[in-house]
C-alpha cells in the first residue's frame, strides 16, 4: 500500500524512519568512513543514520524557496572539492569516498530533485530521499516516491500517517528492495540460522503495520486536511507584520507535515518566550529543528563552504497546533492569541 501511495513498485517495513534511513544507506554501499551529502538543516536522525554507517554527513545549505537540499550548492561543492582517483569519488581535502546524496522533504516540501539526480547521474551517486512526513506529497505531478532511487517515510506517533512507530523503504528497483529486506531482517538465509553478513533486527511488528495499513487507507483525507490547516493559518495571519509564512514551492504539492509562522526578528529567547505565554494560554507551540552543523556530535562534519539560509532561518520558525485532529474554531483561537502577542 505504501509503494502504491508512493508511486513506486516496491516496500519494505522499517521498525523506524531511522532504521529505514540506516538500511537503505547500507543497501546502496554506504561504509565507514565515507561522506554522505545531507542538509544540515534536518532533524538529526538524518545524520545518525549516516553514523550508525560509521560514515560522515557533508553538511549542506538550503534553498530560501523550500528549505530544502540547494541543488546549486551541490553542483558547485561537487565540482570545487571532488575529485575522480582509482574509480572512486572523492573529497579532496578529507581523501573520503563521497558515497550518496540524502536531500531532505523538509515539512513535505520536495527540492530540485530534476537538478539533484542529473548532478547525481554525472557523479554516479545514488540519491536516498529522507521523506519522513512528506508521504502523500507529490513533485511535478509524480507522486513521492518517483524521483529518487529510494525513498524513506517514517510513521512516528507525530507524522501525518501513523502506526505509532516505524518506516518505510520504497524504490522501484528490485535489487534494493530485496537487499533492504534482507539486511533489516537479520540477513537470515535459511530456517536452519545461517546468516551471510551482518544484519539488523529493523523489522516493524505486526500491531504497528495493522494500524499503518488502517491508517494509509486515510492518507489524501489527512494530507488534505495538513493543507488546510497551514491555508487557515496563513488567511488568518496574514494582516500581520514582522512575520512570513513556511515556504510552499512551486514544483511540490506539500504535505505540509507542520504549520507555523518565522519571525523575521526572532531568535530563540524570543521564541522560547512566546512558546511559553502560549503555553499559559493552553496552546502549545514550539521551536523547529536546530541545524546538525550546531550540534556536538557533528562539530567535525564536513562542511560546505556557506550555510547562510540555514543560519538565518532556523530560530526563527514557530511551529503552531497542527495535527489531523484540531478543528477551525481552535486553529482561530490559536491565532488570535498569537495576534495578541505579536501586537
Given at each position: ?36 551529502i545531507i542538509p544540515s538543516f534536518t532533524f538529526i536522525a538524518t545524520a545518525n543514520a ?294
Amino acid at each position: 500500500m505504501a509503494a502504491d501511495i508512493a508511486g513506486c513498485r516496491y516496500a519494505v517495513a522499517t521498525s523506524s524512519g531511522t532504521t529505514g534511513l540506516h538500511t537503505a544507506l547500507m543497501t546502496c554501499g554506504v561504509g565507514r568512513d565515507d561522506l554522505v551529502i545531507i542538509p544540515s538543516f534536518t532533524f538529526i536522525a538524518t545524520a545518525n543514520a549516516v553514523s550508525h554507517c560509521g560514515a560522515t554527513p557533508w553538511l549542506l545549505d538550503i534553498e530560501t524557496e523550500s528549505w530544502t537540499l540547494s541543488a546549486r550548492q551541490l553542483k558547485n561543492e561537487l565540482n570545487d572539492k571532488t575529485e575522480i582517483r582509482n574509480g572512486r569519488l572523492i573529497h579532496k581535502e578529507s581523501g573520503r569516498k563521497v558515497a550518496t546524496i540524502m536531500p531532505v522533504y523538509t515539512l513535505g516540501n520536495i527540492p530540485d530533485m530534476d537538478m539533484i539526480m542529473a548532478i547525481a547521474k554525472e557523479y554516479s551517486l545514488p540519491v536516498i530521499a529522507d521523506a519522513a512526513a512528506a508521504l502523500g506529497a507529490k513533485y511535478n505531478g509524480k507522486k513521492v516516491g518517483e524521483p529518487a532511487d529510494c525513498t524513506v517515510f517514517s510513521f512516528n506517533g507525530n507524522k501525518t500517517v501513523t502506526s505509532g512507530g516505524g518506516g518505510a523503504i520504497v524504490t522501484d528497483n528490485e535489487e534494493i528492495a530485496k537487499k533492504a529486506k534482507h539486511i533489516s531482517t537479520t540477513a537470515r538465509i535459511s530456517p536452519e540460522y545461517d546468516f551471510d553478513m551482518v544484519g539488523y533486527n529493523y523489522r516493524m511488528t505486526n500491531i504497528q503495520a495493522a494500524v499503518g495499513c488502517a491508517q494509509l487507507e486515510r492518507v489524501e483525507e489527512f494530507v488534505n486536511k495538513k493543507r488546510h490547516v497551514r491555508e487557515t493559518y496563513n488567511r488568518l495571519l496574514s494582516d500581520l507584520d514582522g512575520i512570513e509564512f513556511f515556504p510552499e514551492p512551486k514544483n511540490t504539492s506539500s504535505s505540509c507535515w507542520f504549520s507555523g509562522i518565522v519571525i523575521k526578528d526572532g531568535g530563540l529567547e524570543k521564541l522560547r518566550s512566546m512558546c511559553k505565554e502560549l503555553k499559559e494560554k493552553g496552546i502549545e507551540a514550539r521551536t523547529f529543528w536546530k541545524p546538525i552543523h550546531l550540534q556536538e556530535p557533528y562539530k567535525h562534519a564536513i562542511y560546505a563552504d556557506t550555510l547562510e539560509v540555514t543560519d538565518n532561518i532556523w530560530d526563527k520558525i514557530l511551529t503552531l497546533p497542527c495535527s489531523t485532529g484540531i478543528t477551525d474554531d481552535e486553529i482561530e483561537t490559536v491565532a488570535d492569541t498569537l495576534r495578541e502577542l505579536l501586537r
